[in-house]
């Protein structure tokens, strides 16, 4: 089965690019879960900031102002929050769980599919945000005009700026390093 450009690579072989790596596949393993866990660090902290903000807005007296649509913006936000807080966390449960099973490869196959849904996830997290904050300070028109910028920019910095770079990685460039 041919593997999307993209996808995470997680072969015995190793990786193209990184010929100058010399490590055992567990080593590889181990690296990869390593650098999965920093990843995951940070979009929980991002994670449990948003959620905190989120929380808090139902207990100031500006909450009751919120129409009918700023309020299901809010409560799919929370809903949104609480999905990614549970996704961020699962990686490192099943690794405490799993923990002597030798199902390490198999474990960062799993928490790379979860991580890139939370990327996802977060994304939407932080337009949802943008959306909501713009609508009450200034109005809805803003709101949806920035929302709609924010997309763009994640679509061209976590989708458009990744691809041109793995394409760009898998092509000798002029006057590249030979790292042989």
């Known amino acids: 089965m041919a593997r999307p450009r993209l996808a995470y690579r997680l072969s015995m072989q190793h ?3 990184h ?3 010399d490590e055992t596949p567990g080593e590889r393993v181990d690296r990869q879960w390593g650098e999965l866990l920093q990843e995951l660090r940070v979009m ?3 994670a449990q900031l948003t959620a905190g903000f989120l ?3 139902p207990f100031t007296p500006a909450f009751g102002d919120l129409d009918r649509w700023q309020r299901g913006v809010y409560l799919c ?4 929050a609480g999905l990614i807080t549970v996704l961020v966390l699962t990686p490192v449960a099943t690794h405490r769980r799993l923990s002597g099973e030798h199902v390490k490869e198999r474990l960062v196959l799993a928490a790379h599919r979860v991580v890139s849904v939370v990327l996802g996830l977060l994304s939407a997290l932080v337009v949802g945000m943008v959306v909501l904050i713009i609508d ?5 028109t803003p709101a949806v005009v920035a929302g709609a910028g924010i997309v763009a920019l994640v679509l061209v910095l976590m989708v458009l700026v990744p691809s041109r770079l793995a394409r760009d990685a898998t092509s000798p460039a002029e006057g590249a390093p030979d790292r042989k």
């Open 136 to 140: 009450i300070a200034v109005g809805r």
């Open 77 to 80: 936000l929370v809903l949104l």
């Open 19 to 21: 010929e100058y790596r």
């Open 44 to 46: 929980q902290t991002g």
């Open 15 to 17: 990786e193209p690019g």
């Open 55 to 57: 929380l808090t807005l």
